[in-house]
T-cell receptor, first 113, second 113 residues
Framework: GESVGLHLPTLSVQEGDNSIINCAYS??????FIWYKQESGKGPQFIID?????DKRQGQRVTVLLNKTVKHLSLQIAATQPGDSAVYFC????????????FGAGTRLFVKA | ETGVTQSPTHLIKTRGQQVTLRCSSQ?????VSWYQQALGQGPQFIFQ???????GRGNFPPRFSGLQFPNYSSELNVNALELDDSALYLC????????????FGPGTRLTVL
């Protein structure tokens, strides 16, 4: 079916620690994946993306890892800050005669000062 | 801010009524996508429009319809409202379709009583 799920609904980390948010996807035909951050009262905000021909991609303080063998994505946030507190979604884009973005359920990240 | 605006911010309707939600995309963005986000869940793709034509649709019934206009504005129409239609409705604009980065608006909170 069309679903992108997350292993952990909530994650609490200490400020300065690294955070890892995981995601499992079920559509092996997907070739593009995105991580979004959603703060309260706002729409999702693009963080980082990765194509299926890559295993790893790094941005500023964030790294996305893709394991196609087990259909798993992860988002790593280095030196987590209070401003990183939000809900994080992974999403995949399917092209089935038209493009659609399939979001997962989300993980809420709490950063303790 | 993303430059994508939505109106109204909040809306209350009763079951069976019809509603129109509006979105103003970033100037120059030819694609708009609409999502439904129930409380505590990830956004669910409704449909996407590219240059005023539907370019992809999720698993939503025909009573969900849309329009995209040449001035980078768009509408989501929902007929025969049901209680389960209560959600945050998000629009996102992008330059093209497919894997182009989507920029989300803050959403319209619809409550159906």
């Amino acid at each position: 079916g069309e679903s992108v799920g997350l292993h952990l609904p909530t994650l609490s980390v200490q400020e300065g620690d690294n955070s890892i948010i995981n995601c499992a996807y079920s559509n092996s035909a997907s070739d593009y994946f995105i991580w979004y951050k959603q703060e309260s009262g706002k729409g999702p905000q693009f963080i980082i993306d990765i194509r299926s021909n890559m295993d790893k991609r790094q941005g500023q303080r964030v790294t996305v890892l893709l394991n196609k063998t087990v259909k798993h994505l992860s988002l790593q946030i280095a030196a987590t800050q209070p401003g990183d507190s939000a809900v994080y979604f992974c999403a995949e884009i399917l092209n089935t005669g038209g493009f659609k973005t399939i979001f997962g359920a989300g993980t809420r990240l709490f950063v303790k000062a | 801010e993303t430059g994508v605006t939505q109106s109204p911010t909040h809306l209350i309707k009763t079951r069976g009524q019809q509603v129109t939600l509006r979105c103003s995309s970033q100037s120059g963005h030819n694609t708009v996508s609409w999502y439904q986000q129930a409380l505590g869940q990830g956004p669910q793709f409704i449909f996407q429009y590219y240059r005023e034509e539907e370019n992809g649709r999720g698993n939503f019934p025909p009573r969900f319809s849309g329009l995209q206009f040449p001035n980078y504005s768009s509408e989501l129409n929902v007929n025969a409202l049901e209680l389960d239609d209560s959600a945050l409705y998000l629009c996102a604009s992008s330059l093209g379709y497919g894997t182009d980065t989507q920029y989300f608006g803050p959403g319209t909170r619809l409550t159906v009583l």
